[in-house]
């Protein structure tokens, strides 16, 4: 039975994915209707995850701009053009296969990322300790992955494979996630981690006088002292620069890291969990919905 099971779950990934590749208007449509009981209105989309579709397959679509963005390679590119190469952590290496990683010339501490979707990540705090074999198997594995089809975002399909090795920024460290709409930042997020590593437990949702918000995005709770979360020093700065970043576009997230008052870039995201972001209070969907204006 568990065998059969393996099997059905296996068969019906594939079949998604399969349409995601052949038809991604139809696929976003299935998900959308799984996720809120209802076909999303890509003719006249009213509600934030209704645009997030409508960008994604109309505007983001083969988009040459979005997919340098949302390549973590060539988004270097990108910010160095736009004159905030300050923001790019150190770059290492850059390499097509695992086996062609630098190991000896990396430092202590560093981070190895696959280039081509979000989560292929690997965190060395020490190398002497690290398995390199684990580490070459899990970054094969995720090369041959086409990280698109998960929610058929064809942003990220034309993506030349890398893996990068990149500085090591430092631990238990804020993701500070900014939501612009149409240039305007309008509500951040804090990621963070749980009290047993959990990674990204807790989402704190904050509008831009850092004030808390009673917002919950499903599978995701509140920090329990998020009231004594600091405002860092650096606030204002990185409103300021997450709004030069999305200028350029209808919609982006613009996450960002404060390090000991310093700057980073962690990435631009364009449709947020593939455009079903459940939200409580449900409301909020419309009311995001009405700050984008396509």
């Not at 991604?24 to 999303?40: A, D, N, V």
């Not at 579709?53 to 963005?69: A, D, E, G, S």
């Not at 594995?141 to 698109?148: A, N, S």
């Not at 990435?267 to 396509?294: A, C, H, N, Q, R």
Request: hydrophobic share 35%; glycine share 4%; with cysteine.
């Amino acid at each position: 039975m568990l065998k059969n099971t393996r099997l059905w779950a296996w068969l019906r990934k594939k079949k998604a994915e399969h349409t995601a590749a052949t038809d991604p208007e139809l696929q976003s449509r299935k998900i959308f209707l799984s996720t809120f009981g209802r076909e999303p209105d890509l003719d006249q989309p009213k509600s934030f995850n209704e645009k997030l579709q409508f960008l994604k397959l109309k505007r983001y679509y083969h988009n040459p701009v979005i997919t340098q963005c949302v390549d973590k390679y060539r988004i270097r590119e990108y910010l160095t053009q736009k004159g905030h190469a300050e923001l790019l952590p150190q770059l290492y290496a850059v390499c097509e296969r695992p086996e062609d990683i630098p190991w000896d010339s990396l430092p202590e501490r560093f981070v190895l990322k696959c280039n081509h979707g979000s989560g292929y990540n690997i965190l060395c705090r020490d190398k002497s300790a690290l398995d390199r074999k684990d580490c070459e198997s899990r970054l094969k594995k995720w090369l041959k992955e086409d990280y698109w089809k998960r929610f058929a975002e064809m942003q990220y399909r034309d993506i030349p494979k890398r893996i990068i090795a990149e500085e090591y920024l430092g631990d238990d460290i804020h993701t500070y996630k900014f939501y612009c709409f149409n240039g305007m930042p309008r509500v951040l997020y804090i990621s963070s981690n749980g009290e047993n590593g959990e990674y990204d437990k807790y989402y704190d949702y904050f509008d831009m006088d850092w004030k808390h918000m009673d917002l919950r995005l499903h599978g995701h709770e509140n920090r329990p002292d998020h009231d004594a979360i600091p405002c860092p020093e650096s606030f204002e700065r990185m409103k300021a620069l997450a709004a030069e970043l999305s200028a350029d576009f209808p919609f982006v997230r613009v996450d960002l890291y404060d390090i000991n008052g310093r700057i980073y870039i962690s990435e631009l995201t364009f449709v947020p969990t593939g455009g079903i972001m459940v939200l409580d209070p449900p409301s909020t969907d419309m009311e995001w919905g009405g700050w984008l204006s396509l």
